[in-house]
């Protein structure tokens, strides 16, 4: 008799606010489709059933923030045979990584009547920057096309099949008129990653880079536009500095520096 495999998938939570795992949560007609496929072992947000790993495909969201979860992701890894992690927050550090460029110290002692109760490292940062990571699915929150094509392409053995192109050129896709040519609103559209739609420019608006920064980046080419399209440097600095603050300040130049 053969005994067949069932790949177990577990999804696990660090500092974030959840939005990516409701996405997952929100595929419900798809997720049934997979229910005979794949078991689920470890997922919180949708269950209090716990299984031990080692898991086939996990899937984690949230940033690294404590010393705690720094420890806690080296455990899920080694406990994981292919590890996605899934959203701004895993993949960039996430809005909170505006600690980044301040003092987290004085942050604690004005917010907190107890600071020394918080125990917080001084910066927010990806997953990748302290495990190996076999895939990173962008956005805040993910896109659940997008997921769902990581989900099948994990266990289908296959690379997922998600194009590394801005958000021009899902623009140019739906046939939206560019809103930063047609009207000079200032947009990212040029350096984010696709996967979104182009959902800001649809409606008028410049794209807030959602989903970091596109494979091919040329940030310095772009400030020159934004300032053109009114944002002087301090308005550029808090344009690009929302939820991938972390990774859109890797190509930053002088213009979007943080300031002492």
């Known amino acids: 008799m053969t005994v067949t495999h069932t790949p177990t998938l577990a999804v696990f939570k660090l500092a974030s606010c959840d ?3 409701l ?28 299984e031990p790993g080692p898991y086939d495909l996990t899937l984690v969201e949230g940033s690294i923030t404590t010393a705690a979860d720094a420890e806690r992701i080296r455990a899920i890894r080694a406990a994981s045979r292919h590890l996605v992690t899934i959203g701004a927050c895993a993949t960039a550090g996430g809005i909170q990584a505006l600690r980044d460029f301040a ?8 917010v907190y009547a107890r ?25 805040c929150p993910i896109d659940r096309r997008q997921l769902l094509e990581v989900l099948t392409a994990f266990l289908a053995g296959r690379k997922p099949d998600i194009p590394n192109q801005s958000v021009c050129f899902e623009c140019k896709r739906r046939g939206t008129v560019c809103v930063t040519v047609a009207r000079g609103t200032p947009c990212l559209g040029p ?16 794209c ?27 308005d550029t600095e808090r344009f690009l500095r929302t939820f991938n603050a972390a990774a859109f300040d890797t ?10």
């Open 23 to 50: 996405t997952l949560l929100d595929c419900e007609d798809e997720l049934l489709g997979l229910a005979g496929t794949v078991r689920v072992a470890h997922f919180l947000e949708a269950s209090s059933r716990v």
């Open 251 to 260: 190509y930053a130049t002088d213009d979007t520096e943080a300031r002492p």
């Open 115 to 139: 600071p020394d109760y918080i125990d917080t490292l001084a910066t927010s940062t990806p997953v990748s920057a302290h495990v190996e990571v076999d895939f990173e699915l962008r956005g």
């Open 19 to 21: 939005g990516c795992q």
């Open 208 to 234: 807030y880079g959602c989903f970091g920064p596109a494979g091919t980046v040329n940030l310095p080419a772009l400030i020159p536009v934004l300032h053109r399209d009114g944002l002087d440097e301090r």
């Open 191 to 206: 350096v984010t990653h696709a996967g979104c739609g182009a959902l800001c420019p649809a409606y008028g608006r410049g």
């Open 103 to 110: 003092d987290v110290d004085e942050f604690r002692r004005t």
